[in-house]
C-alpha cells in the first residue's frame, strides 16, 4: 500500500520542518542570526497510464492519464536575508552593518570568513578581533593607551591619545558581499564561509554602491519573527499528525484485507 510509505515522507517532512523552525526559535536572541525557511517538493510520480498514449486504433489519445504521486522531500533550506533591528549598546567596539554587507574574518587556518556580527573586542596586542579572538581584516591594532576609538560609517578606525587633539587614523574595516548570500555555508559562531554557490567575496569600502554603512555602538539583532515560528509550528505539528493518521487509516484497511476468509 504506496500511502503507507507517502505518509512516512510526509511526517520526516515535517520533523525537519519542526527541527528549523525550533533552531529559529533557538536562536532568537542571538547577533545577526538570519532567519530559516525549509522548502519541500514533491517525489516522481509513478504513471499507471501515461497522458498522450494511443487509447484505441484510429488515434484517439488518453488526455489525462494517471499518475499517482510518490511523497515529498526537503528539497533547501532558506536563510532569509531580511536585516535584522539595529540596536544600541553604546560600546564603542560593537558594530553593525546597515544594508548589505559582511564583516571580514580570518580564521587560525588562514582562511576567511564572514559575520555580520559585530560584537568585536580588543586582543591583549591592541587589534579589533571577534568573540573568539578571530581577526577582523583588513588587521588594525590600536594603541593600548588610547583613550578612545572612533569608526565611521565608511569603516574608517580613528583613535585617540592622551594629549592629542586630533585623532589619528589607524586602519580601514572591510564590507564584503556575495552574488548569492544563500549559498554562504554556516559554520558556526554567527561565521560563514564562502562557497562555489555563493560566489567569490568582493571587497570594498561601506557605503560604496551596493555596501552597507557601518553603525557604531550598534549591534544587528535576529530578523526571527517569533509570532511567525510559532504559527509555523502549530502548522507543522498538525501536518505531521494528519501524516500519522494516513498511515493509521493505511493500517487498518491492511487489517480488514488480512482477516478477510
Known sequence: MRALDIAATGMLAQQTNVEVVSNNIANMNTTAYTDRRPEFTDLLYQNLRRMGTNSSD??????????????????????????????????????????????????????????RDGSFQLSPTGQIVTNDG???QPATTIDTHAVGITIDSSGEVFEKLDGSVTPSKKGQLAVSIFPNEGGLEAIGSNMYMATPSSGNAVDSTAGQQGYGTISQGFLETSNVNVVSEVTNLISAQRAYEMNSKVIQASDEMLSTVNQMK
Open 58 to 115: 484510429i488515434g484517439t489519445i488518453v488526455p489525462v492519464g494517471i499518475q499517482l504521486g510518490l511523497g515529498v522531500k526537503t528539497a533547501a533550506v532558506y536563510r532569509l536575508t531580511q536585516q535584522g533591528s539595529l540596536q544600541n549598546t553604546n560600546n564603542t567596539l560593537d558594530l553593525a552593518i546597515q544594508g548589505k554587507g559582511y564583516f571580514k574574518v580570518q580564521l587560525p587556518s588562514g582562511e576567511f570568513a564572514y559575520t
Open 134 to 136: 578571530y581577526v577582523v
